[in-house]
């Protein structure tokens, strides 16, 4: 078992800058992908960033590539999303997820672990 908890989310004004933190504890192993997806209300979960534990690639979605920024710590299995240039269309409930086999980043559904989710919301 994984257990993952994010950290970091707030109320910022519109261009403003947000940290979330994401540390897991419990099985992990140097093989699986770390990251971030996000749910506004009434829409669908949809992928953000994630980042191989093994060789640290990074993933981004189109919408956040150029602004958002993943990281790392492997000494204490934390991930950090570095958001810049905020707006409104940034308000929701960010998750932390991880991936320990074969499954996509386009899948919510092939997550293995997730958080519980932190509240980012994004004012004009």
């Known amino acids: 078992q994984v257990q993952l908890q994010e950290s970091g989310g707030g109320l910022v004004e519109s261009g403003g800058s947000l940290r979330l933190s994401c540390v897991a504890s419990?099985?992990?192993?140097?093989?699986?992908?770390m990251g971030w997806f996000r749910q506004a209300p009434g829409k669908e979960r949809e992928f953000v960033a994630a980042?191989?534990?093994?060789?640290?690639?990074?993933y981004y979605a189109g919408s956040v590539k150029g602004r958002f920024s993943l990281s790392r710590d492997k000494d204490k299995v934390t991930i950090y999303l570095q958001m810049n240039n905020l707006t409104p269309e940034d308000t929701a409930v960010y998750y932390c997820?991880?991936?320990?086999?074969?499954?996509?980043?386009?899948?919510?559904?092939?997550?293995?672990?997730w958080g519980k989710g932190v509240l980012v919301t994004v004012t004009s």
């Open positions: 419990g099985r992990t192993n140097n093989n699986y992908e």
């Open positions: 997820a991880a991936e320990m086999g074969s499954g996509s980043w386009s899948r919510p559904d092939d997550m293995d672990y």
């Open positions: 980042v191989s534990w093994l060789d640290g690639t990074n």
